[in-house]
């Protein structure tokens, strides 16, 4: 994958949402690995300040065990392996091996040596014999719970991995956060594309279930956990074309620019900042919801 701004025609290792909405754990590793490195570069002012919040708001204790489901780069598994220190141990999981190589490298050069990076899918991880039996003393999981296919069974299944008393948290979307950006990006967009794109509102259903303290609470409860906190992370990143252009590469936005000539996504690129400018947005919501909990003992 090229490291410059622009997406070469040939980007096929971007997927494309199959036509029947449904996008499976290959295609999600190849749109995780094409954008890795865009991805990260949107770190320090999204996927991090999340992460940070997750880690503190579970309130971790040296000596933890935790699970980081669809850990990325790190964003919060990184923080979790610092907090949790060299009694503890963070299984950070991922289908990306692009993510997980480079967390793997910040994990190094950070010296943090109780954390492995683990090539899995969410929906058939099982806990190595190195975690206590009773199961993880934490799951977490940033911005990553809506991309498990039937997300309540999966999820559930990942708390059984968890003990009895142990300590849940993902985060999500707000609900304001990225409307106004992805709207301008897809009216940018839609001239230059031969065929409309395909209709994802069912592929967006999942993180809409999450998207108000309200709904996360009430996610959280109803997965079979109690003393449920719920808190929104503020965050409205000043809309500079770095950011712009940058977070469209990073994110599942990119699916939409596979296929393009370079020069059409050049223009896409022109009017979509030229449209940020003239719709007045000064800034690009990622407000985010931090939610934490205890999985419910059993008997
Ligand atoms: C938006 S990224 C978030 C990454 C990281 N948690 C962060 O906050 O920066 C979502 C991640 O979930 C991973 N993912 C999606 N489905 C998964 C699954 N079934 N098992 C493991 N990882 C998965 C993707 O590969 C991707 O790296």
Redesign the pocket.
């Known amino acids: 994958m090229s490291s410059d701004d622009t997406v070469h025609a040939h980007d096929d290792d971007t997927a494309r949402p199959r036509e029947d909405g449904t996008v499976h754990?290959e295609e999600?590793?190849a749109t995780?690995d094409a954008a890795a490195e865009d991805f990260d570069r949107v770190?320090p002012d999204v996927?991090g300040p999340?992460?940070q919040c997750l880690v503190f708001q579970a309130g971790l204790r040296s000596g933890d065990t935790v699970l980081d489901?669809?850990?990325?780069?790190g964003?919060?598994a990184l923080p979790a392996a610092a907090a949790v220190g060299p009694t503890g141990q963070v299984h950070a999981?991922?289908?990306?091996d692009e993510?997980l190589e480079r967390g793997r490298v910040k994990a190094s050069e950070r010296a943090l040596l109780n954390i492995e990076f683990v090539s899995?899918?969410?929906?058939t991880w099982e806990a190595p014999s190195t975690v206590p039996e009773a199961g993880y003393d934490a799951l977490l999981?940033?911005?990553?719970v809506f991309?498990?296919p039937e997300m309540d069974e999966a999820f559930a299944r990942l708390l059984r991995l968890v003990r009895p008393g142990g300590t849940v948290g993902v985060t999500a979307w707000h609900e304001t956060a990225l409307r106004d950006y992805a709207t301008t990006f897809l009216d940018a967009l839609g001239p230059h594309l031969p065929q409309p794109l395909p209709d994802r509102t069912t592929e967006m259903e999942p993180a809409q279930r999450l998207d108000t303290q309200d709904k996360l609470r009430t996610w959280l409860t109803a997965a079979g956990t109690e003393a449920v906190e719920v808190r929104e992370l503020s965050n409205l990143i000043p809309a500079t074309e770095e950011f712009c252009w940058g977070f469209v590469l990073g994110s599942g936005l990119r699916a939409t620019l596979a296929g393009l000539a370079p020069d059409v996504v050049e223009q896409v690129r022109t009017d979509f900042m030229t449209l940020i400018t003239d719709r007045g947005l000064h800034t690009i919501d990622a407000s985010t919801l931090v939610g934490t909990a205890k999985v419910v003992g059993f008997g």
């Open positions: 754990a999600i590793a995780f770190t996927w999340a992460g489901v669809g850990s990325g780069t964003a919060s999981i991922d289908l990306s993510m899995a899918d969410a929906t999981s940033s911005y990553a991309f498990l």
